[in-house]
């Protein structure tokens, strides 16, 4: 669903923020340079229950 989806996009980009600050600092944030990274953690997490395409556009969306 899209609630399931939203909370496994939300959990990618929560790690790669604990990631990305234990490396750069501790005002580092993902950005679009670590979109690929998130898309395939969601794309594994989501086991093939979801579209790429939509995967995609919420990591997008919760990059902005």
């Known amino acids: 669903t899209d ?3 939203d909370a496994l996009v939300t959990k ?3 790690d ?3 990631a990305l600050r234990a490396s750069d ?3 580092a944030a993902p950005s ?3 979109m690929g ?3 395939k953690a ?3 997490a989501a086991q093939g229950r979801a579209d790429g395409g939509t995967i995609a ?3 997008r969306a919760a990059l902005a």
Request: avoid cysteine; charged fraction near 15%; glycine fraction near 4%.
């Open 25 to 27: 600092g501790p005002d």
């Open 57 to 59: 556009a919420k990591v």
């Open 37 to 39: 990274q998130i898309i």
């Open 42 to 44: 969601v794309n594994v």
């Open 16 to 18: 790669a923020t604990t």
């Open 12 to 14: 990618a980009v929560a």
């Open 3 to 5: 609630a399931e989806l």
């Open 32 to 34: 679009m340079k670590q």
